[in-house]
């Protein structure tokens, strides 16, 4: 069965944004987030000043991906990029 888009507001460095992801990614966003002791927005905003390239959506994507894939709860992960 394929998962709906659901766009959404969120706050990256200062600036309203929107964000399209599958309800799948954006539970996974807010799992991750939550164990950082973080809001979803933090996490995206860290996630976005990482990413090399694409879209912000993407990004988050291939972020919730590498935390499934690598079995991380506590870290983003991020400073190995």
Excluded: C, Y
């Amino acid at each position: 069965m394929k998962s709906p888009i659901i766009k959404r507001s969120i706050i990256i460095a200062g600036h309203k944004t929107s964000v399209s992801l599958e309800n799948e990614f954006w539970s996974g966003l807010k799992e991750i987030a939550r164990a950082q002791g973080a809001t979803v927005a933090q996490t995206a905003t860290e996630i976005d000043k990482m990413r090399q390239q694409g879209n912000l959506s993407s990004a988050i994507r291939l972020f919730v991906l590498d935390h499934v894939r690598n079995g991380r709860t506590g870290s983003t992960g991020l400073d190995r990029r």
